[in-house]
């Protein structure tokens, strides 16, 4: 069981309370009545096969989108700064320098300039990317990118970091790289993350906790605890607790698939 | 030095051929002069002619320009105001539409009535031929936005302005820079039909060598008029470089 | 070139080749300088069939490039004015003169009455005047006069709204056309014809390209023939014709036609229709000659043909 220890609630994170959250695309009905409570600084994984709607789940949360019916309860209440959000592909603004992108939510909050470079800097220095400031998006590979934009989700000091599979795309080392990555960011900051994914092993690798959608409906499979040690390396995808934790998983995936 | 041969030399090539072909199909009558003027001939009125054709030329350049200028301005300007909501466009774009479909030709003579021989007619006319080009791929590009990159400036409550200038407008300037490449030519032949009407510059010196039969004169003056759409066209290109060059997979090698 | 004429006429039913060239049974195009009105009301007129010829009437408007149009074949036969040809010919274009409808050049410039001008240089001394500057008329005017004190600008092809609101715009016109126009409109005007300063070309003149005349001399007397019947037929009573030309120029009144018939006649009439004379000519190649619109004169012989 992941222990939320006392230091890292300081930065915090945000609970998000849904209750009876129905979403509806004229007749298709994407998420229907969904309750789900999710604690201030939990790691979820959100997990589901094609078209449950995992991706509308985590907009629903993001408020990019408004219910049909139902609740999106988030607390502390005044999150609009506070949610950050990353996208499968790295959606960065072509026209701009790495620092330049990175700097962008505070630019759009009005934070001072200076202010906003220094926070910049600290962010891409802590997903390792601190030499490549004046470089231009296309100068990078698909993996350096994605950093930026794990940089830029977490200058604003997010609460809430929601992620819809955005390391879908990037080759498996990549992957197992930013996989790690992000659990100590996560670690260090104390944020709530919720991440959406269709890979078992890596909602597994990542989260405390894994909620497995319908096949249709976005209704709530499975919502598990995963029994898993705080620190994650990678010799722990070949132990047997994860193993077990990706058969219970895969169980549930496998009867929605 | 070699880059730029590399450039010149495979074009230049299909218009050498041309004109010495030309040349020797008039040359062996197959091809009347009076109808046709050989290249030989033609160079030989540029030459001879200079300073009326490089004044007209100059004359020309002027009012295209400022058509051009004005259309790119006030054709932004429309595709930014157009694009700011459905509703607003579904009531004034078919009017812009306007702009593209109106025969110049037809309307040249009212353009003397309003604003006078002259320059003030030769840069209208430049005008309503460039503009909807612009307005029109202006407004594309403006509603074209990466829907992943509106959703980023929304959660973090950017305003309309910010999303614009931020945004939308930057991811729009190729598209915009596509506008401009046709509105340059465009207004070219617009000026040159103000011309025609309002009498001056190379319309003029079309209007009046064809009076007098001298169909050496008119080509000669139409291929001043086509250097004058080329040059327009290189500006353009040479500004999507420096504006595009880092980041648009168009301007990149 | 009389007698050789006849000459060659009498061989052309031994060489029946030639005979049937002659009487040839395919379409022929007369490309009009402008849109149908009483100044071609003697080719509406015309009986073709009468002689044996299909003829098709292509009505013109502003610029119609008619004497190119004949050099390159795509008329027949075309209407241009007596220094139109003389330019072509120093281009290269071999066309030939076979009538000349108005004998009298109506070329003039047009100014309001209010203005109380006496002369065309008075006209010159003010105000804005629109004609087709590179004519062999405006540079004789401009060699003449001078264009200092006026402003020129281009001619507006037959449209008269800039004229009818400017008191100080004058135009270039054709005697039997704006100028009533105007007075219809009712703007009195003073009109200053061009042959006042001694340029009186041919106008409204059948023309034919120099090879067709050599190759089918039997087609060309024909048509000279029955457009001079046409001629007298207009002249003597345009009613129909104009009813026909009307039906094919709806913008002009029927009312204008008859009003512009009657006023054309007098440059019309002559004792031969159409008819045209070497001295004509020869004057006329030499005032080309000294403004430099043609580097020589070509003898008049080689411009016009009398079938």
Redesign the interface.
């Given at each position: 069981m992941a222990v939320i220890t006392a230091g890292r609630l300081e930065n915090g994170g945000a609970a998000v309370r849904l209750h009876n959250l129905r979403r509806t695309f004229d007749d298709l009905v994407v998420i229907n009545r969904l309750t789900l409570d999710i604690r201030a600084g939990e790691f979820l994984a959100i997990l589901g096969p094609s078209g449950c709607g995992k991706s509308t789940l985590l907009r629903l949360i993001a408020r990019l989108v408004e219910p049909t019916t139902g609740t999106v309860e988030v607390t502390p209440a005044d999150v609009k700064f506070h949610t950050a959000y990353v996208f499968q592909d790295a959606h960065l603004l072509p026209w701009r320098t790495v620092l330049e992108n990175t700097v962008l939510p505070l630019e759009l909050m009005g934070t001072d300039t200076a202010e906003s470079a220094a926070r910049a800097r600290a962010a891409l220095a802590e997903v390792g990317l601190a030499e490549a400031e004046v470089r231009y998006p296309a100068q990078l590979s698909g993996g350096m990118r994605m950093r930026v934009s794990l940089a830029r989700a977490l200058v604003t000091q997010p609460k809430l970091l929601l992620l819809d599979e955005p390391f879908a795309a990037l080759d498996e080392i990549t992957r197992f790289r930013l996989d790690i990555r992000l659990r100590e960011l996560w670690l260090e900051r104390g944020m709530t993350v919720i991440f959406v994914t269709h890979s078992i092993t890596e909602a597994a690798f990542l989260a405390d906790r894994a909620v497995v959608l319908t096949r249709k409906g976005g209704g709530i499979k499975m919502d598990r605890r995963l029994a898993l040690p705080e620190i994650r390396r990678n010799e722990l995808r070949a132990s047997p607790e994860f193993g077990r934790e990706m058969e219970a998983l895969l169980a549930a995936m496998e009867e929605e698939s | 030095m070699r880059k730029v041969l590399g450039r010149v030399v495979p074009a230049a090539i299909p218009l050498v051929v041309f004109m010495v072909g030309m040349e020797w199909l008039v040359r062996v009558g197959w091809i009347k002069a009076f109808l046709v003027p050989p290249p030989s001939a033609v160079f030989n009125t540029l030459l001879r002619d200079w300073r009326e054709l490089f004044t007209a030329l100059a004359k020309t350049s002027a009012g295209a320009l400022a058509g051009f200028a004005l259309g790119t301005v006030g054709g932004i300007a429309i595709g930014v105001f157009l694009s700011s909501s459905r509703a607003i466009q579904r009531a004034f774009y078919p009017y812009a539409v306007f702009f593209q479909t109106v025969p110049i030709i037809a309307i040249a003579p009212l353009l003397v009535i309003w604003f006078g021989y002259g320059m003030r007619t030769v840069v209208a006319s430049a005008f309503i031929v460039s503009i909807f080009p612009v307005i029109a791929n202006t407004l594309s590009g403006l509603l074209s936005t990466d829907p992943a990159l509106r959703d980023l400036f929304r959660l973090y409550g950017a305003s309309n302005s910010a999303t614009l200038w931020k945004l939308r407008f930057p991811a729009a300037l190729p598209q915009i820079l596509t506008g401009l490449r046709i509105a340059g030519g465009l207004a070219v032949i617009g000026a040159i039909v103000g011309e025609f009407i309002g009498g001056q510059g190379l319309g003029s010196v079309v209007d009046v060598a064809r009076t007098q039969q001298r169909t050496d004169k008119v080509f000669a003056a139409v291929l001043l008029a086509s250097a004058l759409g080329l040059a327009l066209f290189g500006f353009i290109n040479l500004l999507s470089r420096v504006l595009l060059r880092r980041w648009h997979a168009s301007e990149q090698d | 070139m009389s007698f050789q004429r006849r000459t060659f006429l009498k061989l052309l039913p031994a060489t029946g080749f030639l005979a049937a060239c002659s009487k040839s049974s395919s379409k022929i195009r007369l490309a009009l300088n402008w849109k149908p009105d009483p100044e071609f009301g003697g080719f509406y007129a015309a009986d073709f069939a009468k002689h044996g010829l299909d003829v098709e009437l292509l009505p013109g408007g502003s610029?119609t490039?008619t004497?190119?149009m004949i050099?390159?074949g795509s008329a027949e036969f075309g209407i241009i004015q007596a220094d139109?040809l003389l330019?072509?010919r120093a281009?290269?274009?071999d066309v030939v003169a076979l009538y000349a409808a108005f004998q009298n050049c109506p070329t003039a410039i047009m100014a309001h009455a209010s203005r109380k001008l006496e002369t065309i240089a008075d006209l010159l001394k003010s105000g804005?005047l629109a004609l087709?500057?590179?004519?062999p008329f405006a540079r004789m005017l401009k060699k003449k006069y001078g264009f200092d004190s006026v402003?020129?600008?281009?001619s507006?092809g037959g449209?008269l709204?800039?004229f009818l609101?400017d008191e100080n715009f004058a135009q270039q016109c054709f005697l039997t056309a704006e100028p009533l126009q105007a007075k219809r409109k009712g703007v009195e005007v003073k009109v200053f014809p061009v042959s006042d300063i001694g340029y009186n070309p041919y106008t409204t003149v059948l023309a034919v390209s120099g090879e067709l005349l050599r190759k089918n001399p039997e087609l060309a007397k024909n048509m000279v023939t029955a457009v001079r019947e046409g001629w007298r037929a207009y002249l003597d009573n345009p009613a129909s014709a104009n009813q026909k030309m009307h039906g094919l120029n709806p913008s002009m009144e029927l009312a204008s036609f008859a009003e512009i018939a009657e006023a054309q006649k007098p440059l019309l009439e002559t004792s031969l229709l159409g008819k045209m004379t070497t001295e004509r000519w020869s004057t006329l190649a030499a005032q080309l000659l000294e403004l430099g619109?043609i580097p020589k004169a070509p003898p008049a012989a080689e411009c016009f043909r009398e079938l």
């Amino acid at each position: 069981m992941a222990v939320i220890t006392a230091g890292r609630l300081e930065n915090g994170g945000a609970a998000v309370r849904l209750h009876n959250l129905r979403r509806t695309f004229d007749d298709l009905v994407v998420i229907n009545r969904l309750t789900l409570d999710i604690r201030a600084g939990e790691f979820l994984a959100i997990l589901g096969p094609s078209g449950c709607g995992k991706s509308t789940l985590l907009r629903l949360i993001a408020r990019l989108v408004e219910p049909t019916t139902g609740t999106v309860e988030v607390t502390p209440a005044d999150v609009k700064f506070h949610t950050a959000y990353v996208f499968q592909d790295a959606h960065l603004l072509p026209w701009r320098t790495v620092l330049e992108n990175t700097v962008l939510p505070l630019e759009l909050m009005g934070t001072d300039t200076a202010e906003s470079a220094a926070r910049a800097r600290a962010a891409l220095a802590e997903v390792g990317l601190a030499e490549a400031e004046v470089r231009y998006p296309a100068q990078l590979s698909g993996g350096m990118r994605m950093r930026v934009s794990l940089a830029r989700a977490l200058v604003t000091q997010p609460k809430l970091l929601l992620l819809d599979e955005p390391f879908a795309a990037l080759d498996e080392i990549t992957r197992f790289r930013l996989d790690i990555r992000l659990r100590e960011l996560w670690l260090e900051r104390g944020m709530t993350v919720i991440f959406v994914t269709h890979s078992i092993t890596e909602a597994a690798f990542l989260a405390d906790r894994a909620v497995v959608l319908t096949r249709k409906g976005g209704g709530i499979k499975m919502d598990r605890r995963l029994a898993l040690p705080e620190i994650r390396r990678n010799e722990l995808r070949a132990s047997p607790e994860f193993g077990r934790e990706m058969e219970a998983l895969l169980a549930a995936m496998e009867e929605e698939s | 030095m070699r880059k730029v041969l590399g450039r010149v030399v495979p074009a230049a090539i299909p218009l050498v051929v041309f004109m010495v072909g030309m040349e020797w199909l008039v040359r062996v009558g197959w091809i009347k002069a009076f109808l046709v003027p050989p290249p030989s001939a033609v160079f030989n009125t540029l030459l001879r002619d200079w300073r009326e054709l490089f004044t007209a030329l100059a004359k020309t350049s002027a009012g295209a320009l400022a058509g051009f200028a004005l259309g790119t301005v006030g054709g932004i300007a429309i595709g930014v105001f157009l694009s700011s909501s459905r509703a607003i466009q579904r009531a004034f774009y078919p009017y812009a539409v306007f702009f593209q479909t109106v025969p110049i030709i037809a309307i040249a003579p009212l353009l003397v009535i309003w604003f006078g021989y002259g320059m003030r007619t030769v840069v209208a006319s430049a005008f309503i031929v460039s503009i909807f080009p612009v307005i029109a791929n202006t407004l594309s590009g403006l509603l074209s936005t990466d829907p992943a990159l509106r959703d980023l400036f929304r959660l973090y409550g950017a305003s309309n302005s910010a999303t614009l200038w931020k945004l939308r407008f930057p991811a729009a300037l190729p598209q915009i820079l596509t506008g401009l490449r046709i509105a340059g030519g465009l207004a070219v032949i617009g000026a040159i039909v103000g011309e025609f009407i309002g009498g001056q510059g190379l319309g003029s010196v079309v209007d009046v060598a064809r009076t007098q039969q001298r169909t050496d004169k008119v080509f000669a003056a139409v291929l001043l008029a086509s250097a004058l759409g080329l040059a327009l066209f290189g500006f353009i290109n040479l500004l999507s470089r420096v504006l595009l060059r880092r980041w648009h997979a168009s301007e990149q090698d | 070139m009389s007698f050789q004429r006849r000459t060659f006429l009498k061989l052309l039913p031994a060489t029946g080749f030639l005979a049937a060239c002659s009487k040839s049974s395919s379409k022929i195009r007369l490309a009009l300088n402008w849109k149908p009105d009483p100044e071609f009301g003697g080719f509406y007129a015309a009986d073709f069939a009468k002689h044996g010829l299909d003829v098709e009437l292509l009505p013109g408007g502003s610029g119609t490039p008619t004497v190119q149009m004949i050099g390159a074949g795509s008329a027949e036969f075309g209407i241009i004015q007596a220094d139109e040809l003389l330019l072509a010919r120093a281009r290269g274009n071999d066309v030939v003169a076979l009538y000349a409808a108005f004998q009298n050049c109506p070329t003039a410039i047009m100014a309001h009455a209010s203005r109380k001008l006496e002369t065309i240089a008075d006209l010159l001394k003010s105000g804005t005047l629109a004609l087709e500057s590179g004519l062999p008329f405006a540079r004789m005017l401009k060699k003449k006069y001078g264009f200092d004190s006026v402003k020129i600008v281009p001619s507006p092809g037959g449209d008269l709204t800039t004229f009818l609101n400017d008191e100080n715009f004058a135009q270039q016109c054709f005697l039997t056309a704006e100028p009533l126009q105007a007075k219809r409109k009712g703007v009195e005007v003073k009109v200053f014809p061009v042959s006042d300063i001694g340029y009186n070309p041919y106008t409204t003149v059948l023309a034919v390209s120099g090879e067709l005349l050599r190759k089918n001399p039997e087609l060309a007397k024909n048509m000279v023939t029955a457009v001079r019947e046409g001629w007298r037929a207009y002249l003597d009573n345009p009613a129909s014709a104009n009813q026909k030309m009307h039906g094919l120029n709806p913008s002009m009144e029927l009312a204008s036609f008859a009003e512009i018939a009657e006023a054309q006649k007098p440059l019309l009439e002559t004792s031969l229709l159409g008819k045209m004379t070497t001295e004509r000519w020869s004057t006329l190649a030499a005032q080309l000659l000294e403004l430099g619109d043609i580097p020589k004169a070509p003898p008049a012989a080689e411009c016009f043909r009398e079938l």
